[in-house]
């Protein structure tokens, strides 16, 4: 019988974000060519949310964008159903701008990998960042993130459900236990 | 998430679901942005081989399906009939299984003969798309039209869709009969009668005899390109005869109740079944057409590269 357990309810979701939209502007000093960009789905309604605090910290319009990774995925090789392939829409010209890719959980590294293949098609930024809100360990790619929301660790048949207000009608991370 | 299945072939649109057709039209959606891109390419179909094998005259569809394959950063082989050993007098079936032996993973066909590309999807193992076989089908065409009228109304449930001219040789006008019937649309048929197969209407589609008729009746005219080279015999009395009857025209469209959206598969005999101030017009959707083939042949090679053991798997909603 799976066990679930709250990691995050939404206050504590707004105040990793909070924090989150000032360490991005701590480490990239200021907001100057700062883009952000969202994974497919949930990393999306994120960075526009964290484009949002930037914005009004800085006094700012930060652009953010969306990524789907699915056409650079390493396992589409592999014989059965596609998986649905969603819409990408970066904010213009990448090339000298500072990237924040902003996904919802980080696992095994694989989606981030293809996310960098996939930017680099797009134009060549002056550096990429990763930000997440939940870093859950087991990774398979030599990947870390720079700016976490929570860090947690869990087995491979343990699963993190993010969810989000916008697509899910509310915020919050639990751990399922396999 | 998983999409369903299409199964190892696309020979036609008149087997598949209406959620297979919607899964290739929403799949489609996305990759019309792969080529806005300054890099038009995506690593979907990297490694993939695919043999373009043309026994019929082509531009527009094998440029169409080539762009399609490259961009997804497939290998392409094009095989033209002409100085082939397909002159010389080899088989189908043998053309296929010695390009299968050169271990490759697709075959886009197009042939004279209807039938042929599921003829040769039962025969060979790689994935078969039909770009064209005779007067049966020519399954991406349809797809690609059933895409540009969705971009246009937002919808394809009710509308009046008017397929005008030769539909007796048209693969097309068969594709677009049974995709739009199956999402919902409304199809007519406009045409001489000696251009109309017999028992269309078995079709569920409702015979318009007048191009005055189509004209009142639709929201968009598919016209069809009048097939010079499959008129052996004596269909139509003249060119002439046919546009001063049956030519969509700026004089006609300004008697319809509301603008007409005027799609048509190319290449166009501009002056006999549609005049040029028509296809030039702001109406035509002829150039979003083309520029939806690629997005649409690009989503069709994707899924079935998946390439599932069952044929019609998925085909349950």
């Known amino acids: 019988m799976p066990s679930r357990t709250p990691l995050m309810d939404q206050r504590a979701i707004a105040r990793a974000l909070n924090r989150m939209a000032s360490e991005i502007v701590e480490i990239c000093h200021g907001s100057e060519g700062l883009v952000l960009v969202g994974i497919q789905r949930r990393g999306v309604q994120l960075a526009e949310r964290l484009a949002r605090l930037i914005g009004s910290m800085e006094q700012a319009i930060i652009p ?16 059965g159903p596609r998986p649905v392939v969603g819409e990408t829409h970066l904010p213009g010209d990448l090339d000298g701008k500072t990237v924040v890719i902003v996904d919802d959980v980080l696992y095994t590294g694989r989606t981030i990998r293809a996310a960098l293949d996939e930017l680099t098609d797009f134009g060549r930024p002056r550096r990429i960042l990763l930000c997440v809100l939940i870093d859950r360990g087991g990774r398979e790619l030599p990947i870390q993130a720079d700016i976490v929301g929570m860090t947690v660790s869990t087995g491979p048949r343990d699963r993190v459900d993010a969810l989000v207000q916008e697509l899910d009608g509310q915020d919050s991370v639990e751990l399922v236990r396999g | 998430m998983s999409a369903p299945s299409l199964g190892k072939d696309l020979v036609g649109l008149e087997h598949l679901s209406a959620g297979q057709l919607r899964l290739i039209l929403d ?44 961009r997804l950063s497939a290998d392409t082989v094009n095989v033209a009939v002409s100085g082939s050993s397909v002159s010389k007098g080899e088989t189908l079936v043998d053309t296929a299984r010695n390009l299968e032996a050169m271990r490759i993973d697709m075959v886009v066909i197009r042939h004279h003969a209807s039938g042929s590309a599921e003829f040769l999807g039962n025969r060979i193992r790689s994935n078969v798309i039909n770009a064209g076989d005779g007067k049966h089908e020519h399954p991406t065409q349809g797809l690609l039209d059933m895409l540009t009228l969705r971009d246009r109304f937002g919808r394809l449930e009710g509308l009046n869709v008017a397929i005008c001219g030769d539909v007796l040789h048209s693969r097309v006008a068969r594709s677009n009969i049974w995709g739009l019937t199956r999402l919902g649309a409304e199809v007519g048929v406009c045409g001489p009668a000696s251009l109309l197969p017999r028992n269309i209407q078995d079709l569920g589609v409702t015979i318009l005899p007048r191009i005055e008729d189509a004209i009142q009746w639709a929201d968009a005219l598919n016209v069809l390109r009048l097939q010079l080279e499959r008129m052996t015999a004596g269909f139509i009395p003249s060119l002439r005869e046919y546009n001063r009857v ?27 079944e549609i005049d040029s101030d028509v296809a030039d017009g702001e109406h035509s959707v002829i150039l979003p057409q083309v520029t939806n083939g690629v997005a649409v ?3 069709v090679l994707y899924l079935l590269a998946g390439g599932a053991p069952d044929w019609h798997a998925g085909a349950s909603e």
């Open chain 1, 64 to 79: 953010s964008g969306k990524l789907d990774i699915t056409l650079y995925r390493d396992d589409l090789q592999a014989v």
């Open chain 2, 27 to 70: 799949t489609a959606e996305p990759f019309k942005e792969v080529s806005e891109r300054a890099i038009k390419k995506v690593p979907a179909l990297r490694g993939k081989t695919i043999v373009n094998l043309f026994f019929e005259a082509s531009t527009r569809t094998r440029i169409s399906f080539e762009f399609a394959e490259k």
């Open chain 2, 246 to 272: 049956f030519g969509v025209t700026r004089d006609r469209l300004a008697k319809a109740p509301k603008d007409l959206t005027i799609l048509h598969p190319g290449p166009m005999n501009r002056g006999v």
């Open chain 2, 297 to 299: 042949r690009m989503a």
